[in-house]
Nanobody
Framework: QVQLVESGGGLVQPGGSLRLSCAAS????????MGWYRQAPGKQRELVAA???????NYADSVKGRFTISRDNPKNTVYLQMNSLKPEDTAVYYC????????????????WGQGTQVTVSS
């Protein structure tokens, strides 16, 4: 079994900061790409940021310059530092990991966390 557990969401005022964490655990052989997605009410889930095992990153245009994704490979953990938050950043944020399991290391499968709510409001 593989689990992704997110933490760090909450309520913050516009202009504030939050840091999300997502730790993967279980029978993991290797994690390739890890990423953060978000889904606001009535909207589709969208990619916020992603990072490869080698450290290459990509960001949605709407968060460039404000959000930073990073990862700690030995800890199988990915982080999302969110600065200068805006009301339009309000959403449920989901962690995603593209990984191979110990039993089937050649098969890459995507796993999702349960989501953490981020609300930006005064």
């Amino acid at each position: 079994q593989v689990q992704l557990v997110e933490s760090g969401g909450g309520l913050v005022q516009p202009g504030g900061s939050l840091r999300l964490s997502c730790a993967a655990s279980g029978s993991i052989f290797s994690i390739y790409t890890m990423g953060w997605y978000r889904q606001a009410p009535g909207k589709q889930r969208e990619l916020v940021a992603a990072i490869t095992s080698g450290g290459s990153t990509n960001y949605a245009d709407s968060v460039k310059g404000r959000f930073t994704i990073s990862r700690d490979n030995p800890k199988n953990t990915v982080y999302l530092q969110m600065n200068s938050l805006k009301p339009e950043d309000t959403a449920v944020y989901y962690c995603n990991a593209d990984l191979g399991r110990v039993a089937t290391p050649w098969a890459r499968t995507g796993y999702w966390g349960q989501g953490t709510q981020v609300t930006v409001s005064s």
